[in-house]
């Protein structure tokens, strides 16, 4: 079976370079096997890497042993939902790209939510 987007559209890839996805599929990707529910794909700001660091998920530093070289602003990156929302209303959540956006999402914030920080899948 075909994931979907938040659109309703069949899930489209979120970033290869760096490889994302709870699965490192390129993809927004989820199963019973995701815990962190790494759904919403997002364009990095520093902004949040700073707020996501502050809150004890550091995603710039290179981690060499799991194939991870940090995050960059503009990187493309599958979030947990529940880290996202709480960026959200932070007032510091970074753009989502809602194509690639797994409809699952949609189970921790709103289409509204989501739309009000969209980008378009080519940004």
């Not at 490889?19 to 520093?46: K, P, S, W």
């Amino acid at each position: 079976m075909t994931a979907l987007n938040v659109l309703g559209t069949m899930l489209m890839p979120c970033s290869y370079d760096p490889l994302t996805g709870f699965y490192r599929d390129g993809c927004c990707n989820t199963d019973e096997h995701d815990h962190g529910t790494h759904v919403i794909c997002a364009r990095m700001t520093q902004e949040f890497l700073d707020f996501s660091l502050s809150r004890g998920n550091d995603l710039v530093t290179p981690r060499p042993e799991y194939r991870f070289a940090g995050l960059k602003p503009s990187n493309r990156w599958c979030l947990c939902a529940l880290r996202w929302k709480e960026a959200y209303e932070a007032g510091v959540a970074p753009p989502v790209i809602l194509e690639c956006t797994h409809a699952r999402a949609l189970e921790f914030v709103t289409l509204a939510q989501l739309q009000g920080a969209a980008l378009s899948s080519s940004s």
